[in-house]
């Protein structure tokens, strides 16, 4: 459990965007932040995830979900499912919630 945000570092994305989290024992919040634009890799974990967009554009993709997010939008990417993503306008900033919380997060500190 954290009591404040945290810095870690995230093996999907490496030194492309910054991730400061959060986590109480059953739910993560982490802050994302990209300075560029970025395709992620198709990926999926146990983590039923919320995604909202507080900055720039993301172009999601996952089960019949093909759109591009905004400002103020968000979306539930179910537990399991494969998904990808490409950041379209930066800088982007997102809010996601995970749960249960990800433990492979907490165990890759920032340098």
């Not at 459990?1 to 739910?27: F, S």
């Not at 982490?30 to 560029?36: S, V």
């Not at 919320?50 to 979306?75: F, P, Q, S, W």
Request: with cysteine.
């Amino acid at each position: 459990m954290t009591d404040n945000w945290i810095c870690r570092e995230n093996k999907l994305l490496g030194d492309k965007a910054k991730m400061e989290l959060v986590n109480g024992d059953n739910v993560m919040v982490c802050r994302f932040l990209f300075e560029e634009e970025m395709k992620l890799a198709p990926h999926k974990h146990v983590h039923e995830q919320i995604t909202v967009v507080l900055e720039g554009e993301i172009h999601i993709m996952y089960n019949d979900v093909d759109r591009v997010m905004k400002v103020g939008d968000a979306c539930v990417i179910p537990s399991d499912v494969e998904h990808t993503a490409h950041i379209t306008k930066v800088p982007f900033r997102s809010m996601d919630i995970f749960s249960p919380i990800r433990e492979d997060f907490l165990a890759v500190p920032a340098e």
